[in-house]
Every structure is written in structure tokens, then in C-alpha cells.
């Protein structure tokens, strides 16, 4: 930020209006831009924040700290996210970034890895990129990227930490230390964790109606599961620790990383595995009793970029590779399906200010081998759902090209125009180009109108198979208003509407009984994203608003029903698995000398489409003889809240403690903190009220 500036000012000298105008890096574009201009919403965590928040998961973080973002559960895979009325049965419509390294993985998955590790003790920030603008970071980023940046620590010195939760059972222990080498300055982190999670006493797993199990046990009409022993909540795969390890080390003009990580979740089977007719499809047999359906993984990264300045050009390139062995296991089916995917990327890029232009290009190649032995599972034959019976060995590439300018057309406003190009081997051609022109209005507010284009190619597997809409792209066009306005004295507001267009690639069922992904038809929306950050009765406070309403859906050819919605069905005008409204508040403040309190508040105001694909789902099921899945879809819709809080104790050597409870709301109604599932509407999971304590120290 200081190099930005000039080379003869310092950060502390500039004022509040100067330090605005401040150019800084940026997930949202090429080269660095003010925070005011930036040409889409950007939600920055810093690490102050992560350590406050006692969040258990990157999952839980986000949840709490990024408005207008939204996490599900889900019977057949690990947990959603979503943004902006986008959520999907894979995660595969967003980006998850690592210092801007893609962790994506691309022949089942999506962004597979990392959500669910307790383990975040070497982040530095997390940087969110809000819908369609996200494409400057690649394919794929439809609804938004997510970018993991990591710590490097300013001194040589260690620091540990210990953690431990009851209830929501689990344990963790984090190491790093810091050092140089001349002048090179290197870090390394270790953490490791045993998540026991919550039992199914404590976050029973809810049918919401009667119902008969294929293993001889009755459900009663409540649909309450206590008694059951399904899994634990957010129970980690295989019982096995999660891990991470980490090695950096950079200098002036070099960066570098190796990285390991080890996670997963296991899963409580949907209803329909469960109970038997006239509810579910179950048989009354089973090979492994009330067996949770497990999904887990082992991703190992590597990434070197270098930097140069020659003249008024300055010029990065980077190497990286990421190996991401996939494995899910569904003892109820009998199946296990394992498979690795190796990725290797070169990457350059070149930024040069001529005149009143700042102008960014460069371009990519990546090279994708699908199909390999899972380390998880050595002596298993890879597969997929794809290719359950054996998944061979095949290679992709992805060549892209992008650009961006920068131009400071006046004193007040700026134009910056992108476009991103890309070829895949399989997919054939797509476009992402977008643009925003702003303006200062105030002397404190800043508008901006941006128009965005991201696409999205299907899974290796399913192109390779011929699926996946043959060379069929998602894609979502956006156009977005927003307006920012910043004070010294009342905090920041960030204000912005959009509109959206999607042309959905989604799951559907063939004839031959199988789920395939196709284009299943274009989805109009619009949404409104509102927060205020600042400074009140001594406290530092966060809130935020966000509305999604579904315009219509239209289906594509042949395509009867979406799990996207029940729209065109003639059930309502909503989002399945999607609150159309959520609101989040954090507020942090002094208690007494070293002590402060946190807290945090999160509202899902009801899923009024998740009532309105139960009532289609359950309409068919009557229809054919059988029984409906819920007693009553409102319980299922009604609002979700988590109200978490925390102490926090800093001591002057160095040393610092916490306590933090989660889920309050659930001491007074547990119904508040049901969290909902994506596939199977009618059942959802009690979030169960926890507590932990973290001791972290520095020497």
C-alpha cells in the first residue's frame, strides 16, 4: 500500500480521504485499485476478526462474516454455499482461492477442500468477491470466489494454540514459527484436530413426520431422531484428524508455498435412505445400520511466483501444482467412490500505468490429469459416479487470456474494463468480459454501475462422457449498482442492487435412473446487498442485509422439474434450499482492562421456497401412492437463527484466551438453529448450543 502511494509518503501520514484513494490488492481485480472504485463487492475478513469470531470451520466464518452468504447441509456430499440465489447439489458454481491459487476440483467436486478444517491459525484474511465480477479469477466463479490468504509473520518468533469444544466435541493444536535466511524469510504451520462433533442426542436429525426405519425402529409423528445412533453432527471423515501443514517462505521479489490437507465430513443418510414405504424408498435390510454417508479428501498444493520491475513495467510469473485425491464412501448403496486429479499451471502477468491508464494482461495454461489412484485408497480402482465401474486416466488443458484497464477518466471517475478468454481442451470457447464506469457523487459517497459475464464448463468426468450439456457453458450476465459511502466518524456503508441472468446447468434424473448434470433452463433474479460498519457506544459494530427474489424460471427443453425451484411447477416464486432474506450482526467492545466481548447474531428470515418444493415433491408422491415426506412444510421453511458470543482475554506477555458459546438461540427454542438440507427438503438437523476455549501464545 506505501509503494502505492509513492515511495517518499508513508501510510500514517495520509489522511482519512487520502488513505481512500489508497490503491491496494484486490481478488476483484488485475492490479491494485482503491477500495471505492473496485467494480464489485468485496468482503474482507481480516484476521482479528477470524480469531475473535471462535469460528469452527471456514464454513462458520463465512456464514458469520459475508452478507448475503448462505450455508446448507446436504445428504449426498459435503455442505453448500451460497451467494446471490446460487447454491448447488456440488460446489461447483464458486472459486476457492489460496493466495490466488485455485483449490477448485474439477473433475467432481468443485471447492471440495478446506470449508471444513478447524484449523485456521495461518490464515491472514479472507478476501469474497461477490458474484459474477469474481470471473477475473477464472472458469467457474459464477456466484462469487473465496480467497484464503495466509499469514506471514513480520518477526521471527513462534506462536501456539490450543483449542477444545464440549458438546460439539473437538480438540485442535496449532504450531508455527517464522525465521530467515539471509533474505529470505520463510514460515511454517502445523495444526491437527480430532472433531468428534455434535451427537445425535444433542443436534438430532429431524424427518418431520412418522415414519418406519429399514432397520425395524418407528419414527414418531414429531420425526425426531434422538434415540437413533445416526452420526455425529459435522463428525469428521473415516475418524480420521483433520490436517494441515504448511510451508512459505518469500523475499523482495519472490513468493512460495507447499501445502497439505487432510478433512472431510461424514453425512446422516436423507429420509428417503432411511425409511421404508409408503415415506421412503428403503428396503428392510441393510448391510451397515443407520451408516452415514462420508466424503473426504487429501489435497497437497505447491506455488512459486516471482516479480520484476523493468522501467515502468512490473511483471510477475508462477508455477503451481495441485494434487486432490477425492473419496466418498455410502455403506447404505455399498459404494465408494475414490479418484485423484493432478493439475499443473503456468501463469504470467504484466501491469504497466501509461498516463491516466493502469493496464493489466496475461495468460494461463493448465494442464488437468483425471482419472488417477486415490492415496486414501491405494489398491481401489479410481471411479465415479461417472464411472462406477472404473474411471480411466485422461489428460485436459485449459489455455486463458485476460486483460484489464484501468482509466482515470476525471478527477472523480474511473472506467475499468476486463476480459477474461478461455479454451478448454473438452469444452471448447467461452468469454467472460464485464466492465463498471464510477463516479464520487459526495464528498464521502462513491456509484458505480458494473456489468459482469462468468461462465462455468461442467466436470471432467462428465465431458469426457459426453454429459454435461455436451460443450454447454453456465452462464450468468450481471449488471449491479452499488454505492459506497465512507466517513471517519460513522463508519462505512456499502450499498448494492443487481440483477441477474443464469442459464443453469443442474442435476436432473435420466431414464435409466441416474442423476446426470444438463442445462435444465435460465434463471432471472435480483437481489439487494446492504451492511454498515462503524464505531457506537464505544463498540465496533457490523450489519448487513440481503434480499434475493427469484423473477422467473424458465425450463429448458424436455426438462419436466428443477431442484432449483418449484416455480415453473406452479409452486410459488422462490429458491429452493435459499432464504430470501438474511441478516447478520457482529459487535466486539471492551469489558475491562485486556478483556472484550464479542457476539455475533445470524437470521435466515424462512425458506418459503424449500415449503414450495416440498409441496411439489410431496404432490407427486400422493400421486403415485405413497406418502408425503413432511407432516408440515412451514416447521421445515420456518427462520433459522444462530446467535453465537465470546470473552476474550488478552495478557501483556504475549498470551491470549477466549471462551465462546454458539447457537444460544437453542437454550430457549431449539427449533431456531435447524440448519436445512439442499436435496431432501423435508428433513432438517438441531444445530447443537457448544461452547469452547482457545489459549494462544507467542514467544
Known sequence: MAAESGPDRELLDLSFDELLEVRVASSATLAPTSTLVAPSRITRIEREAILASGARSLNELLEMQVPGLQWVYHSFGMSHLGMRGIVSNR????????????????????????????????IDHVEVVHGAAAAVNGLGAVAMTINIMQRRASKAGCEGGLRAGAVER??????????????????????????AGAANRDAPLVFGTALGTRWGDAVGADGRTDA???????????????????????????????????????????????????????????????????????????????????????????????STDYEERAPVFGTLFTNREDRVALRGLWRQRVQAHELSAGASQEWRYVGRRSPGYPDQVPSSEIYPGGMPAWGTRALSGFAEDQLKLSEHCTLIAGLRLEKHSTAGFSTSPRASYGCHVSAQGHLTLAASRAQRAGFEDELHAGGAGGHAFETQ????????????????????AFINRLRVIGFVQTAENQVRSQPVG????????????????????????????????????????????????????SLNGYAN???????????????????????????????????????????????????????????????????????????EASLHAYNIAGWFDERLNKRNYLNHVSQVRLQAPSVSAQLRWRW
Open 581 to 655: 432474506h438474511l441478516s447478520k450482526l457482529t459487535a466486539r467492545g471492551p469489558l475491562a482492562p485486556g478483556v472484550s466481548w464479542w457476539a455475533n447474531a445470524v437470521v435466515y428470515h424462512g425458506f418459503s421456497g424449500t415449503a414450495d418444493r416440498l409441496r411439489y415433491l410431496d404432490s407427486l408422491r400422493l400421486r403415485g401412492g405413497l406418502a408425503a415426506t413432511s407432516a408440515d412444510p412451514a416447521a421445515v421453511a420456518d427462520r433459522n437463527v444462530y446467535f453465537n458470543a465470546g470473552l476474550l482475554w488478552k495478557g501483556e506477555q504475549d498470551l
Open 228 to 322: 437413533l445412533p445416526f452420526s455425529a453432527d459435522r463428525a469428521q471423515y473415516r475418524d480420521r484428524a483433520p490436517v494441515k501443514l504448511a510451508l512459505r517462505w518469500w523475499d523482495e521479489g519472490s513468493d512460495g508455498h507447499l501445502r497439505y490437507t487432510r478433512g472431510g465430513e461424514m453425512s446422516a443418510p436423507s429420509v428417503l435412505q432411511v425409511a421404508l414405504r409408503p415415506v421412503g424408498n428403503a428396503s428392510a435390510s441393510s448391510p451397515q445400520p443407520y451408516a452415514a454417508m462420508e466424503f473426504g479428501y487429501q489435497q497437497l498444493s505447491a506455488h512459486q511466483e516471482f516479480r520484476r520491475t523493468l522501467g515502468e513495467a512490473r511483471w510477475s510469473a508462477s508455477v503451481e501444482a495441485v
Open 477 to 496: 450476465d450481471s449488471l449491479e449498482l452499488l454505492y459506497r459511502w465512507r466517513s471517519s466518524q460513522y463508519g462505512h456503508v456499502d450499498l448494492n
Open 91 to 122: 460446489d461447483d458454481k464458486y472459486l476457492l482461492l489460496l493466495d490466488g491459487q485455485n483449490l477448485n476440483h474439477f473433475s467432481h467436486a468443485g471447492a471440495y477442500t478446506e470449508r471444513d478444517l478447524p484449523l485456521l491459525g495461518d
Open 522 to 573: 435460465t434463471q432471472r433474479s435480483h437481489g439487494v446487498e446492504a451492511s454498515w460498519t462503524g464505531r457506537w457506544l464505544g463498540g465496533e459494530f457490523s450489519a448487513s442485509h440481503a434480499w434475493v427474489g427469484l423473477e422467473s424460471f424458465s425450463l429448458a427443453p424436455g426438462v419436466t422439474d428443477t431442484q432449483v425451484t418449484a416455480a415453473p411447477n406452479g409452486y410459488g416464486r
Open 170 to 195: 473437538f480438540a485442535s493444536v496449532e504450531l508455527s514459527c517464522a525465521g530467515r535466511l539471509g533474505a529470505l524469510q520463510w514460515q511454517w504451520f502445523g495444526g491437527v484436530a480430532d472433531y
